[in-house]
């Protein structure tokens, strides 16, 4: 019998089996995927990402990836471009893009050192329950049987299209439509200017340095422009149209890696709780990638639901009442920035550009917009 079952070891279920463990809970964390793995991932941490890190212990062990401290920051429109530092917070004076086979690898090492038990390539085919409450999981391997483990409580940290969210019949309580369809791959040859967004009319384009010398260079698309075939004519054609300077710099780069495209980009709230389990991560909350915010969103709400679960879990009243209080508490932090990520996902800056073009001298102004960017209040 475990205390917890975490299902999916990404960054949210990884942190969240990490910081269960470190409260002396028995924990078991369940993947599907091999480790270490890739996976889809705009890569970066904002500042509260890493502060989390730092907290945990873990910086170090980020910064040791390779994956460059991202100090400088540089937001462009239409004839106005907004560049300085980046917003210090406490010790943690940038962002950072580890690549995820590493990140997610050394948090799920440190979920083991932390003791808690983790079994990859294993698939949950089913929750089992009790008089209305959850109260394990069934799983198994590719080639084995199945199996029945046993727990007070079952997280889903298994992605947007979460199996616990599907099996538990989670509702969905706010969705709005997909905006974008994203491309991204890895390059060599980039300057390292630190960290450059580019927003255009119906598109936008980023560049993120990550370890191994290579810089993610990707690209959003409006949902309204109709998707090409030709999916890495499309990929060039948006890097163009969105920055000469970043056509240029691709131009005479080297891509490293196949063509990344995304276009199940959902935006939604779903409830995160029921009797007996619960969803953290992009399984309770997920928005457009184009502000970049989902690895730093799994880390809190990680640590918003361990801190809830400071009870005993045998006490089925006092665990429903600390998820409500986290449900609640999910909607009420989140909901602003996953309004402001609508905003920015339409791809239009006519909404706000004369603002910036007012603004764009002043220095406390480019120091707000950055903050805000991070996720700093």
Known sequence: MYDVIVVGARCAGAATALLLARADRRVLLLDRAPFPSDTLSTLYIHQ???????????LGE??????????????NFPDVRLTGPAPVLGAVTGGCAPRRYALDHLLVRAAIRAGAEFRPRT????????DGRVT???????????????????IGADGRNSTVARLAHAPVVRQDPCSTRAYYSFWSGIPDHGVRMYTGQGMGAGCIPTQDGLTLVSVQVSRATPAHDDRQRTYRETARQSSAELDQQLAEGQQEDRLYCCSDLPNFFRQP??????????????????????ITDAFIQAEMLAERLDIPLEDTQQVDT?????????????????????????????EYIQHLIDNQHDPAFTDRFFRSFAGIN
């Open 48 to 58: 509260p990402g890493l502060a989390r890190l730092d907290r945990w212990g873990l």
């Open 322 to 350: 600390a998820l409500a209080k986290y449900a609640q508490q999910l909607r009420e932090e989140f909901t602003p920035a996953y309004e402001s990520a609508l905003v920015t996902a339409r791809l239009d800056p006519t």
């Open 136 to 154: 394990g999981v069934r799983h198994g391997t590719q080639r084995g049987p199945t199996s029945l483990v046993r727990a007070h409580l079952v």
């Open 273 to 294: 709780h029921g009797p007996g389990w619960a969803l953290v991560g992009d399984a309770a909350h997920s928005k457009d990638p184009t502000p970049g915010r989902g």
């Open 123 to 130: 698939t949950v085919v089913d929750l089992q329950g009790e």
């Open 62 to 75: 980020v910064l040791a990836t390779g994956a460059p401290l991202l100090t400088c920051l540089s937001l």
